[in-house]
Nanobody
Framework: QVQLVESGGGLVQAGGSLRLSCAAS????????MRWYRQAPGKQRELVALITSGGTTNYIDSVKGRFTISRDVAKNTVYLQMNSLKPEDTAVYFC?????????WGQGTQVTVSS
């Protein structure tokens, strides 16, 4: 099972930017879908963005135009570029990899946006 490690979280003011990274323990070339989720205090975990092995991307409405998911196969890494951050983006962000019956999660990285 692939191991995932997120990084890049932190404290930022509203309107600022952060780039999250999700480093995989093996090649992501064959992983069908990689996703970023987030979970705010007291709320359910929600899907934020996904990218398929073919490069197709999708986003929840609240982040469209502000967040960009991408992947670097050579570095076994998936990124989430977050611009124009809002206080409501505050959450723990998790990376997820799914391929066939194999599903893996990272430990999460905290993103805090101050107003």
């Amino acid at each position: 099972q692939v191991q995932l490690v997120e990084s890049g979280g932190g404290l930022v003011q509203a309107g600022g930017s952060l780039r999250l990274s999700c480093a995989a323990s093996r090649s992501i070339f064959s992983i069908l879908i990689m996703r970023w989720y987030r979970q705010a205090p007291g709320k359910q975990r929600e899907l934020v963005a996904l990218i398929t092995s073919g490069g197709t991307t999708n986003y929840i409405d609240s982040v469209k135009g502000r967040f960009t998911i991408s992947r670097d196969v050579a570095k076994n890494t998936v990124y989430l570029q977050m611009n124009s951050l809002k206080p409501e983006d505050t959450a723990v962000y998790f990376c997820n990899a799914a391929s066939g019956t194999e599903v893996s999660w990272g430990q999460g990285t905290q993103v805090t946006v101050s107003s």
